[in-house]
């Protein structure tokens, strides 16, 4: 069974960091694209930022662009979420995913059970 496992959440202020992580056991994805999604009550779940498979490749969103920084450790079958400068609005459920390449992580159906981001004014 494939379990993708996000830890790193919590509560911080606003300007201050978190780390997530995102672990994966059942299967290596050291092929694989890896991303993160993040998603607010009543709203779709929006894109965040994702990786290429050797980690030579990283997309952001505009929103986070310059604050974030997506990086993975194939050994570990690990990939995280440095999140700097934070803001209130970056508040979510933040979510790891996986897919074949960046543009399938969506609907790859691989997903982790979400982990809780609060950031206060």
Known sequence: QVQLVESGGGLVQAGGSLRLSCAVSGRTFSTYARGWFRQVP?????????????GSTADYADSVKG???ISRDNAKNTVYLQMNSLKPDDTAVYYCAAGPNVLTLRASGYWGQGTQVTVSS
């Open 67 to 69: 604050r974030f920084t």
């Open 42 to 54: 009543g709203k779709e779940r929006e894109f965040v930022a994702a990786i290429n498979w050797s």
